[in-house]
Every structure is written in structure tokens, then in C-alpha cells.
Nanobody, 124 residues
Framework: VQLVESGGGLVQPGGSLRLSCAAS????????IGWFRQAPGKEREGVSC????????YFADSVKGRFTISRDNAKNTAYLQMDTLKPEDTAVYYC??????????????????RGQGTQVTVSS
């Protein structure tokens, strides 16, 4: 059972990145998926979440209108499209889920099955 993030990198302010979260060993489509980020010296922040059907999404106020979350259950992968990036978006981003299947996006802060993360750096 594994989640692997990819797509991070260095981007200039105003640029875009798309992060991917690929699942192996389980069916991603059966679970809600959350994206989190953590910058040095800061607490983890829940950035976004998408429910099983993809019909319900959540975004932190800090990214609302700039980030989009999606999932492709056929590819066992979730995505975080990040547009109009700002220096304050710099952090390690990781995806997570609750493999018990009991938690939805309402409680996504409790998702504890996570990947290793991917670094996003926004700088000129």
C-alpha cells in the first residue's frame, strides 16, 4: 500500500504546477483523498480534499480560486493543479487518505496514510 507524489519543482511566482498522487496496492477510487503541505517551521496545512465520487471538494482559503483538485480513478491517481503560485505556497506537498474508509473530506485532517511528499518552491 503506497502513495507516491510527483510533479513538484521550482517555479516562478505566477506560474503553475500539477502534482500527481499515484496509489499502488489499493484502489484509490474507494477513498477520499486529501492534499497537505508543510513549510519549514510551520504546521501542516490541509490544502484540499476530494471525495470518492469527485463531486465534493474542499479548499483552504489560502488556495481557493487558484488550486484545483481532481481524480482519475481509472489511473488510480489524484491530482492537484496549482495556478497563480505565490512564494508562500513553497512547501513539501503530500497526499493522504484514510484507509479505513470511514473518514470523508469533512475529517480529512485525520487522514494518516500518506506519501513521502514532493517539494514545491515558488521563487524568482
Amino acid at each position: 500500500v503506497q502513495l507516491v507524489e510527483s510533479g513538484g519543482g521550482l517555479v516562478q511566482p505566477g506560474g503553475s504546477l500539477r502534482l500527481s498522487c499515484a496509489a499502488s496496492g489499493f484502489t484509490l477510487g474507494a477513498y477520499a483523498i486529501g492534499w497537505f503541505r508543510q513549510a519549514p517551521g510551520k504546521e501542516r496545512e490541509g490544502v484540499s480534499c476530494i471525495n470518492v465520487s469527485g463531486g465534493t471538494t474542499y479548499f483552504a482559503d489560502s488556495v481557493k480560486g487558484r488550486f484545483t483538485i481532481s481524480r482519475d480513478n481509472a489511473k488510480n491517481t489524484a491530482y492537484l493543479q496549482m495556478d497563480t503560485l505565490k512564494p508562500e505556497d513553497t512547501a513539501v506537498y503530500y497526499c493522504a487518505t484514510d484507509l479505513s474508509g470511514f473518514l470523508s473530506c469533512v475529517d480529512f485532517k485525520y487522514f494518516n496514510s500518506r506519501g513521502q511528499g514532493t517539494q514545491v518552491t515558488v521563487s524568482s
